[in-house]
Nanobody, 125 residues
């Protein structure tokens, strides 16, 4: 299995980026996906989540209205569209996958088994 994030980079405040998470070795229609981020000197935090079927999505309060999570099961890819970026969005962004064995959409880092290596997002002021 492998999760590979891409799409990070340096952007000015107010700009946009679209992150991609390509999943291999796992059937995306059976796994929930979460995006997490870790800012320098801070703990990793959850940003957005999408259910295995794609019919449920959630966002942490700080990104609601600015970020959109989506998935393409045929392409085994999950996206995070990030608009109106702010300097506080800076960090390494990780995607993570967890099998839907318990019901519900997991939100916490410890609930996810499979992780990518991350992609750096830097928002300048």
């Amino acid at each position: 299995w492998q999760l590979v994030e891409s799409g990070g980079g340096l952007v000015q405040s107010g700009g946009s980026l679209r992150l991609s998470c390509v999943v291999s070795g796992l059937s995306l229609d059976l796994y929930h996906i979460g995006w997490f981020r870790q800012a320098p000197g801070k703990e990793r935090e959850g940003v957005s989540w999408i259910s295995d079927s794609g019919d449920r999505t959630m966002y942490t309060d700080s990104v609601k209205g600015r970020f959109t999570i989506s998935k393409d099961n045929a392409e085994n890819t999950v996206y995070l569209q990030m608009n109106t970026l702010k300097p506080e969005d800076t960090g390494v962004y990780y995607c993570a996958a967890e099998y839907d064995g318990r019901g519900g959409l997991p939100r916490f880092e410890w609930e996810y088994t499979y992780w990518g290596q991350g992609t750096q997002v830097t928002v300048s002021s």
